[in-house]
């Protein structure tokens, strides 16, 4: 399984047109395709709906929108979407909704997939989407450093983080895109005053304190280099679900 996630820097005043389209193409039913099919523009094509969709608060290039497509492979996807990109019809909603403006100054595009430590900080399966605030970590690593990295993660960091409210919706590894290794932790906080007293709190944590001493003991440095970090709000119209409705 892979998960791309796709960011979106968007024009100025045009973030309601970008979610608009990308509703309109992966979710909404699209009744004018030929023989009235009533799935979306991407069902035509078996690219998966996304497993979750937002807009980004903070973060590199505000204002900005992500959303997160999985898929069994990595075949699939190249054949999926380039068929998707060439429909007269999607070219025509493009251009309906952007007006003949611009509607996004850059995209990027990663690629994750699940780790095996992800299991262990997984929710029971529920089918109500998780609101809140997100919280999208993404963790920049040394050459060697990944499975101690992994193991950091899974046993101290995101564990302290649920214990101070955090919910874990996924645990990644990068499998495409600039800057690798990297990790990558998507979480959901209950509202953005959790998200800050837990963000402080993080920090003093015993568990998490004594990790990085003995980090700096062993190595003379910390496991994690540097850390983008995105707060994320979640659209009601595509929500993601415990553990990105995967089963645990």
């Known amino acids: 399984m892979y998960y791309e996630f796709r960011f979106y820097a968007v024009a100025p005043g045009r973030l ?90 850059s995209i990027q595009t990663l690629i994750f997939s699940p780790l095996p430590q992800a ?25 060697g450093d990944q499975p101690e990295a992994q193991r950091v993660l899974a046993e101290v960091d995101l564990p302290a983080a649920q214990s101070l409210g955090a919910q874990i919706l996924g645990f990644f590894g990068m499998v495409l895109g600039s800057d690798r290794p990297r990790l990558a932790a998507l979480l959901a906080w209950p509202d953005l005053d959790t998200q800050l007293r837990a963000a402080e709190a993080l920090d003093s944590h015993p568990a998490v304190t004594a990790q990085r001493e003995d980090e700096y003991a062993r190595a003379g440095r910390f496991i994690f280099d540097r850390l983008d970090q995105y707060l994320l709000e979640p659209m009601e119209w595509n929500s993601p679900r415990p553990n990105l409705g995967a089963r645990a």
Not at 31 to 53: H, I
Not at 65 to 70: A, C, S, T, W
Not at 121 to 143: A, C, M, N, Q
């Open 16 to 105: 309601s047109d970008e979610m608009a389209l990308v509703r309109n193409v992966a979710v909404d039913p699209a009744p004018d395709l030929p023989a009235g099919e009533e799935g979306s523009l991407w069902d035509r094509y078996e690219v998966p709906r996304p497993v979750g969709s937002w807009i980004t608060l903070t973060g590199r290039d505000c204002p900005g929108f992500l959303y997160i497509v999985p898929w069994e492979s990595l075949d699939q996807r190249d054949a999926s979407l380039p068929r998707f990109w060439t429909d007269p019809l999607w070219a025509k909603r493009r251009a309906e909704l952007t007006g003949g403006h611009t509607l996004v100054n």
């Open 119 to 143: 299991l262990a900080l997984r929710d029971k399966p529920s089918p109500l989407p998780f609101g809140g605030v997100h919280e999208l970590r993404i963790y920049d690593l040394l050459t």
